[in-house]
């Protein structure tokens, strides 16, 4: 559960009440308000710049939070979702709607409450098999991995973001020489042209991960060697 989840109630009642068009809204002040969406094509995009007090929130301090729909889905952040709200450093709250009803209010953002690692529900952007990894990172390393803002599906679209990500992100490969130890992260292929998924080494022969449409856990690193081969790295702060 999530520090906004009693507001739930509240943003599920505007959501399906502005279908079909996006509704939007902020948080300040424990309390969700919403804005009128004033963007030049409401049923794909939301803009409340010009409410006031979303301005004031943002020039004192007090907001929390950003919220906005996804009419009919995706039942994930976009691209854009994911650039907006790391470059606005407050949580985003997404609420899924077919006009009939809300399906879901999801939140993300690295200044949430990081869930348990084992038994999380798979959401691209939010749950997913980066995300597991950032979170391990930080729960046991002290260190924020840096996000990969792309759309679903990114690997059939001609983006290598793992290989092209993963020295940014401050690892390095290891050489045939170097066995994997603890904290250590692999990528593998799954039914993609390019590495499309990642676990990090927990020791003892295991990895934790999180595969798509699955709960996040721990398994044997013996099952996915094939897929793995040479594709281990090592962050350079260790």
């Given at each position: 559960?999530?520090?906004?989840?009693?507001?739930?109630?509240?943003?599920?009642?505007?959501?399906?009440?502005?279908?079909?068009r996006?509704?939007?809204?902020?948080?300040?002040?424990?309390?969700?308000?919403?804005?009128?969406?004033?963007a030049?094509?409401?049923?794909?995009a939301?803009?409340?710049?010009?409410?006031?007090?979303?301005?004031?929130?943002?020039?004192?301090?007090?907001?929390?939070?950003?919220?906005h729909?996804?009419?009919?889905?995706?039942?994930?952040?976009?691209?854009?979702?994911?650039?907006?709200?790391?470059?606005?450093?407050?949580?985003?709250?997404i609420?899924?709607?077919?006009?009939?009803?809300?399906?879901?209010?999801?939140?993300?953002?690295?200044?949430?409450?990081?869930?348990p690692?084992?038994?999380?529900?798979?959401?691209?952007?939010?749950?997913?098999?980066?995300?597991?990894?950032?979170?391990?990172?930080?729960?046991?390393?002290?260190?924020?991995?840096p996000?990969?803002?792309?759309?679903?599906?990114?690997?059939?679209?001609?983006?290598?973001?793992?290989?092209?990500?993963?020295?940014?992100?401050?690892?390095?490969?290891?050489?045939?020489?170097?066995q994997?130890?603890?904290?250590?992260?692999?990528?593998?292929r799954?039914?993609?042209?390019?590495?499309?998924?990642?676990?990090?080494?927990?020791?003892?022969?295991?990895?934790?991960?999180?595969?798509?449409?699955?709960?996040?856990?721990?398994?044997?690193?013996?099952?996915?060697?094939?897929?793995?081969?040479?594709?281990?790295?090592?962050?350079?702060s260790?």
């Amino acid at each position: 559960m999530y520090e906004f989840d009693y507001l739930n109630i509240a943003i599920a009642v505007h959501a399906a009440a502005e279908y079909p068009r996006e509704a939007c809204g902020y948080v300040a002040n424990g309390a969700y308000h919403p804005c009128v969406n004033a963007a030049d094509d409401p049923l794909n995009a939301f803009d409340m710049s010009g409410d006031t007090g979303f301005g004031q929130a943002l020039i004192d301090g007090t907001l929390q939070a950003v919220v906005h729909s996804h009419t009919d889905g995706p039942a994930f952040p976009t691209k854009r979702d994911l650039v907006n709200q790391i470059n606005m450093g407050v949580p985003w709250g997404i609420a899924v709607t077919d006009g009939r009803a809300v399906k879901e209010v999801f939140w993300y953002g690295d200044t949430l409450p990081i869930p348990p690692l084992e038994k999380r529900k798979f959401r691209y952007g939010v749950t997913d098999c980066w995300t597991l990894i950032r979170h391990w990172y930080k729960l046991n390393r002290d260190l924020w991995l840096p996000p990969f803002p792309s759309e679903w599906g990114w690997w059939k679209a001609g983006e290598d973001i793992y290989r092209s990500g993963l020295a940014e992100a401050g690892f390095r490969r290891l050489a045939a020489n170097e066995q994997p130890v603890a904290g250590d992260m692999c990528s593998m292929r799954i039914d993609s042209p390019v590495p499309n998924h990642g676990g990090v080494y927990i020791g003892n022969g295991l990895m934790l991960h999180h595969l798509m449409d699955q709960y996040s856990r721990k398994e044997s690193i013996e099952r996915y060697m094939s897929l793995i081969k040479d594709n281990w790295y090592r962050h350079e702060s260790t």
